[in-house]
Nanobody
Framework: VQLQASGGGLVQAGGSLRLSCAASGRTFSSYAMGWFRQAPGKEREFVAAISASGGVTYYGKSVKGRFTISRDNAENTVYLQMNSLKPEDTAVYYC????????????????WGQGTLVTVSS
């Protein structure tokens, strides 16, 4: 599966952005999906994940309550709604797909998108 992330940009603190990740292929609905982010000089960080059916979601501690992951299997797309953005949310955001159950570890994911930059100004 090929993944294309989009929706990043520059936003002021307290603002919102919605990221999208469009997937190619007919089997999107069988993949768990995840969002990760990486700030300069830091390790890749788990943001959120969603099961193949969309029925189960989980979040990293730093974004819980502010970000929402969702998916539209008919449109082969996963979304990340980001509210109440903070300067520390600044990073390149990556979407990833896993043929198994996903999770919070980047090593579990088989496919990665190219990343989209989110910059939050104070």
């Amino acid at each position: 599966v090929q993944l294309q992330a989009s929706g990043g940009g520059l936003v002021q603190a307290g603002g919102s952005l919605r990221l999208s990740c469009a997937a190619s292929g007919r089997t999107f609905s069988s993949y768990a999906m995840g969002w990760f982010r990486q700030a300069p000089g830091k390790e890749r960080e788990f943001v959120a994940a969603i099961s193949a059916s969309g029925g189960v979601t989980y979040y990293g501690k730093s974004v819980k309550g502010r970000f929402t992951i969702s998916r539209d299997n008919a449109e082969n797309t996963v979304y990340l709604q980001m509210n109440s953005l903070k300067p520390e949310d600044t990073a390149v955001y990556y979407c990833a797909a896993d043929q198994a159950v996903g999770g919070s570890s980047p090593s579990k994911y088989d496919y990665w998108g190219q990343g989209t930059l989110v910059t939050v100004s104070s």
